[in-house]
């Protein structure tokens, strides 16, 4: 858990939003099961100040302006755990593993900056890192990409200074295996084998499938076998570990510490939850010391940029996933990042979080579709709304 106060206090006072239009990604990008297309996955970006003018700000989706907002901007004073309590139990009906309880990780995260800024201190400092950077692992590898564009890339990466790489497989919709052990054997001839690689198949295989494939790729030496089959098809999961005894690797669609508790059960080796999707902050650390006390990896996915303050919270062999085609123009709408240098994110000695919104190049751009701005409405427990553009 973090080492802080649960019991500080926050009135919040205002919140402005900043909606996008579309993002597009670099080149054209797809899974094994569709996603994610020609456009990166934000909505907008969301800051909120409380009564002191102190603030923290994340990328976020709209349903946050839907769902979180109204519960906050009341004018009431409540403790951190006070906040998160009131906001997660009102959230339940919705279901825990909804958008609404996603938005409600991205409203802890921002109570999180908003104390390491009240200090004045770098979130990952204030969050108890005694390191300022982050190990990575770097990933990419479109379906769409031929095969010689998909070995370009992975070679990059390691003179980029990974020593673990990642790409997708799952060609056709998963039909065509032989496309996808082609292209391992490409690359792990071009890397050599010294060089850490994994490949998802993002849940696109059924238990027989996933396990052939298994046995294609096997001379390859993959690093782990990341969601083959359906992620809440527990029993396959646990029969999959047990038929193919390769490392597998689970997470990035569960939003809390207790599905994390059944996976170990279940077998899986790679315990990979992924920031913008969890439903706290603190379950980071709690999935984290899971593994460690079970002798499994770990390794957390989302928003490079973000996680890098988390990262810093972790151990060498403990990485976060810098997933290229998205990190890439999510870090063009940035004027503050941390610095991607040697299999590592260095981050910036600044308050709070490790980003900032380069609000000025959005809006030059067109990027920029409307700022809504919200107050809190003390008087009469509510909030109002005033639309800039």
Not at 76 to 96: A, C, I, P, Q
Request: with cysteine.
């Amino acid at each position: 858990m973090f080492p802080i106060d649960k019991n500080e206090k926050f009135t919040f006072a205002k919140a402005v939003y900043h909606n996008f239009r579309p993002i597009p990604v670099k080149k054209p990008w797809r899974d094994a099961t569709g996603g994610f297309g020609s456009f990166v996955p934000l909505q907008g970006w969301v800051d909120i100040y409380d009564s002191e003018g102190y603030h923290g700000g994340t990328f976020c989706s709209s349903g946050l302006v839907q769902n979180i907002l109204p519960l906050i901007l009341t004018g009431e004073t409540k403790t951190y755990e006070e906040w998160y309590h009131s906001l997660y139990w009102k959230l339940r009906n919705f279901g825990f593993q909804s958008g609404q309880i996603v938005d409600l990780g991205q409203f802890d995260l921002i109570m999180l900056e908003i104390m390491a800024r009240r200090r004045n201190l770098p979130l990952h400092r204030f969050l108890g890192a005694k390191k300022d950077w982050a190990a990575a692992y770097k990933g990419g590898g479109s379906l769409l990409s031929s095969d010689e564009d998909l070995v370009a890339d992975m070679v990059r990466y390691v003179e980029e200074g990974y020593r673990t790489i990642k790409f997708k497989v799952g060609s056709d919709w998963g039909k065509n295996m032989e496309r996808d052990v082609r292209r391992m054997e490409k690359v792990r001839a071009a890397v050599g084998d010294d060089i850490e690689i994994a490949v998802d198949g993002n849940q696109v295989w059924d238990l027989e499938d996933a396990v052939k494939f298994a046995d294609m790729i096997r001379p390859y030496h993959p690093a782990w076998y990341e969601e083959p089959v359906h992620s809440h098809d527990m029993n396959a999961i646990k029969e999959l570990r047990e038929r193919v005894g390769m490392m597998v690797g689970y997470g990035e669609s569960m939003r809390n510490r207790f599905a994390f508790e059944t996976y170990v059960e279940k077998g899986v080796d790679h315990l990979m939850p992924l920031v913008g999707r969890m439903s706290r902050m603190s379950d980071l650390l709690v999935i984290r010391d899971m593994a460690r006390k079970n002798g499994l990896r770990f390794s957390s996915g989302g928003t490079v940029w973000i996680n890098a303050a988390f990262g810093a919270l972790y151990e060498k062999n403990e990485m976060l996933e810098n997933h290229e085609p998205m990190t890439e123009p999510i870090g063009d709408c940035l004027s503050v990042k941390p610095e991607e240098k040697g299999g590592k994110l260095w981050l910036p000695d600044i308050p709070g979080s490790p980003i900032r919104l380069n609000l000025e190049k959005l809006e030059k751009d067109g990027t920029l579709e409307s700022t809504r701005y919200f107050y809190a409405d003390s008087a009469n427990h509510n909030f109002a709304v005033r639309a800039a553009y």
